[in-house]
Structures are given as structure tokens and as C-alpha cells.
């Protein structure tokens, strides 16, 4: 376990990272003169801090907003998802927030606030990147192994699937 000193100044980071490079990157507002190995490095911290143990990732926790902004400019359309840079960004924040949900800390509420972030996405955009449709699955297949799901919710989110269409999502839930 960090201590509180180290776990601050790293909150610190993470701020600063989300707000300066990750958010106006996702959002198509940031310097596209902003180097991919920039980007790339920034979303390797966040990765690394969600799924790391010495790191406890709390609901106030600054690192589990800067995962939840991007992520909510993807549901919300405000998201470039077209860009290579904007793709990396919600690839890694789909990521680790797949590595966050496992956390026994994590409230139900999140992991079904997560699941309707998938649903709705995915039946607005039909035409996810490859890497944003991955990330999607590897957090919905995680959010319906917490336990947070019940039988009846999971056979209704694998009715609305079938309805889409979508069977790849279909069978991941199904699965479980």
C-alpha cells in the first residue's frame, strides 16, 4: 500500500494528465501536434494505476474520474472515436475500468452504470473502431462476473442484444 503522501501526489499526476492531454485528446480539442508516445505512456499510467495493488482506486478517487470523463464523452457523442489518438485513449480507459469493476471496493451501482454505458454506446454507434468494440466487451464481460448482475438482468441484457442484433455481445453474455 502506498502511503497517503505518495498516493496524493500521484492523484496529482493523474489530474493533470486527464485534464492537459487525455480529455481534449478524446474530445478532438487537444494539440494535434501531441505526440502518440505521449498519449500512449499517459494511458499506460492510468492502466497500470487501475489495476495495480499497492494503489487503491476509491469512488472519489481522481484516477477513477480521469477514466470516467472519457468514458462519458464516449456515451455521450462528444467523443472522436474516428481518431487513431481519441481510439487509444477510450481503449485504455475501457481497459482500466475493466480492471477497476473486479475491485471488491467497487459499488454496485458503478458496474451497472458501466454496463449501460456499453448497451448505450453500442446501439448508437454501429460502427465502433475494432479497439473501442474490444474494450467495451472486456468491460462488460468483467461487469457481468462481479456478481453486481442478476440472472434476470443478464437474460434481459442478452434479449436487447439479440434485438440488436449484436451477437459477438450476445455470446459474451450468455457465457458468463
Known sequence: MLDDTWAAKLEDVVTEISESILNPVVTGDGDQKLEMELI????????????????????????????????????NGHASIHDERAQAVLH????????????????????????????????????????????MRSLLKECLSSGSVSTAEQSALACAMAKQADWETWSLIVRV
Do not use: W, Y
Open 92 to 135: 485504455a480507459c475501457l481497459m482500466a475500468m475493466s480492471s477497476v469493476i473486479t475491485k471488491p471496493s467497487m459499488p454496485p451501482s458503478l458496474v451497472k452504470a458501466m454496463i449501460s454505458l456499453v448497451l448505450k454506446t453500442s446501439s448508437k454507434e454501429k460502427n465502433l473502431p475494432d479497439n473501442i468494440q474490444k474494450g
Open 40 to 75: 500512449k505512456m499517459s494511458c499506460s499510467l492510468l492502466l497500470g494505476l487501475s489495476s495495480a495493488s499497492s494503489f487503491t482506486v476509491t469512488e472519489e478517487s481522481m484516477v477513477l474520474l480521469s477514466i470516467l470523463r472519457p468514458l462519458s464523452h464516449l456515451e
